[in-house]
C-alpha cells in the first residue's frame, strides 16, 4: 500500500509564491518518476515538473524560469516551488510517482490533488 501526501496549495495573490510538497510512503522499493502535473476548469491535466532518475529534469515550458522542482530522496518527497505566479496557473495539482514495489512490480499512483488559486 502506497501513500501520497499533498500539502501546500492555496490562494496567492499574482506574484506570489507557493510552495507544494509531496510525501510518499509505503511499500516502496524504487521511485522511478515523481513529479507534479495540473488540471485548470475544462481542461486537460497537463504536466508541470517531474523528476526522473537517470534523466534530466523536465519542465512545462509555460513555467520555466518560475518554478522548481526538487526531491529529497531520504523522505521520499517531491518539492514545487512555485514563483511570479500568473492567474493562469491557478488548478488542482496533483502529485504523480512511478515506482517499484519490493516484488519490483512497476505502479503509477496518483494523489488527491491541492487546489492553486491565482487571483488578486
Known amino acids: 500500500q502506497v501513500q501520497l501526501v499533498e500539502s501546500g496549495g492555496g490562494l496567492v495573490q499574482p506574484g506570489g509564491s507557493l510552495r507544494l510538497s509531496c510525501a510518499a510512503s509505503?511499500?516502496?522499493?524504487?521511485?522511478?518518476?515523481m513529479g507534479w502535473y495540473r488540471q485548470a476548469t475544462g481542461q486537460q491535466r497537463e504536466l508541470v515538473a517531474v523528476i526522473t532518475s537517470g534523466a534530466p529534469t523536465t519542465y512545462a515550458d509555460s513555467v520555466k524560469g518560475r518554478f522548481t522542482i526538487s526531491r529529497d530522496n531520504a523522505k521520499n518527497t517531491v518539492y514545487l516551488q512555485m514563483n511570479s505566479l500568473k492567474p493562469e496557473d491557478t488548478a488542482v495539482y496533483y502529485c504523480?510517482?512511478?515506482?517499484?514495489?519490493?516484488?519490483?512490480?512497476?505502479?503509477?499512483?496518483w494523489g488527491q490533488g491541492t487546489q492553486v488559486t491565482v487571483s488578486s
Open positions: 509505503g511499500s516502496i522499493y524504487s521511485i522511478h518518476t
Open positions: 504523480k510517482l512511478d515506482y517499484s514495489d519490493y516484488s519490483r512490480r512497476e505502479f503509477r499512483f
